[in-house]
């Protein structure tokens, strides 16, 4: 059974603080997507990744970045969180090969920043 | 600017009734759309794909067609159970790399 994992399904952190949220896939898929999810707006792109070491700004990547260094694993960086920053964050990956077009999520993790 | 749009209102439908789930998009040509199912708390998961060529898909009791020139596509649920309560999201091929962008969802609610 295809997995994605994060690393926290609940976090609360203060303002000003560095966060760490890491997803981990283990069907050796190319991209990885970091999302946020709040009410009303769906979900928006942060950064994905098409390779190790490689990642593109999605919609909304200020005050985010991330970090690919091996293929399983993609890290999404809050380097200085703030209260606008609470959402649900959900990681996302997909296979490059032909015909396998759907993006597998993680179950996701909110994060309060008080 | 591209815009995916969904009925922001819960449906609200009785058990065994089909419920039908709108998404129009503007500004856009998707090579493909993709519905997922999203249940509280939990991410997203990928129900079906339907292409630019393809007017409609069916799986089991759901059924996606994808019209093009009206740049709308209908997710049908037939013989609605209770279980098939969750939101639904409809997603656009945006771009390489199987980017996607997504609709904000409908949440729908089936009553026994």
């Known amino acids: 059974d295809v997995k994605v994992t994060q690393s926290s399904r609940y976090l609360v952190k203060r303002t000003g603080e560095k966060v760490f949220l890491e997803c981990v896939q283990d069907m050796d898929h190319e991209n990885m997507f970091w999302y946020r999810q709040d009410p009303g707006l769906g979900l928006r792109l942060i950064y994905f990744s098409y390779d190790v070491k490689m990642k593109e700004k999605g919609d909304i990547p200020e005050g985010y970045s991330v970090s690919r260094e091996k293929k399983e694993r993609f890290s999404l960086i809050l380097e200085s969180a703030s209260t606008n920053q609470t959402s649900m964050y959900l990681c996302?990956?997909?296979?490059?090969?032909?015909?396998?077009?759907?993006?597998?999520f993680g179950p996701g993790t909110r994060l309060t920043v008080l | 600017s591209q815009k995916i749009e969904q009925n922001s209102e819960a449906l609200n439908i009785q058990e065994g009734k089909t419920a039908t789930l709108t998404c129009n998009y503007t500004n856009y040509s998707p090579a493909y759309l993709q519905w997922y199912r999203q249940d509280p708390g939990r991410g997203p998961v990928f129900l079906l794909l339907?292409?630019?060529?393809?007017k409609e898909k069916r799986k089991e009791r759901l059924k996606v067609t994808f019209d093009t020139t009206l740049k709308q596509s209908l997710f049908h649920i037939t013989a609605s159970q209770p279980a098939d309560s969750a939101t639904y999201l409809c997603?656009?091929?945006?771009?390489?790399?199987?980017?996607?962008?997504f609709g904000a969802g409908t949440r729908l609610a089936v009553h026994p």
């Open positions: 997603a656009l091929l945006s771009g390489g790399y199987n980017k996607l962008i």
């Open positions: 339907i292409r630019e060529n393809e």
């Open positions: 996302a990956s997909s296979s490059t090969a032909r015909g396998y077009n759907e993006q597998f």
